[in-house]
């Protein structure tokens, strides 16, 4: 049985700087700007973010991806001021502006 991922939302304080931090890790998002809505982000992986609100508060969970290319990755997330440490080689653990844990593999 195959199963694919279409859709992960995470529900954030600051959209902007949760954007920041996963287009850092190499994710490619898109604003969104609907009257209906509030302004949020869709991208690669079907990863949205949304404000939190009180019926829907400030996820917490933990997650990990592969990267093309490690060292640029922690590049991108020194500029952005994303907290990183290297355990091993070629895997990273960081967390997003929320507190989220991630996790970072150099893709082999």
């Known amino acids: 049985m195959a199963v694919d ?19 850092a890790i190499g994710l490619a998002l898109y604003c969104i700007e609907e009257p209906e809505h509030p302004r949020h982000y869709d ?34 997330l020194d500029a952005v001021g994303a907290p990183w440490t290297c355990d091993l080689p070629d895997f990273v653990r960081t967390s997003d502006p929320e507190g989220n844990k991630i996790t970072l593999t150099q893709r082999r």
């Open 5 to 23: 991922l279409r859709e992960l939302t995470l529900f954030v304080r600051d959209v902007d700087a949760a954007a920041r931090f996963y287009e």
């Open 43 to 76: 991208g690669e992986l079907g990863l949205q973010l949304w404000p939190a609100t009180a019926r829907r508060p400030v996820s917490q969970l933990q997650l990990g991806f592969v990267v093309e290319d490690i060292s640029a990755t922690v590049t991108r």
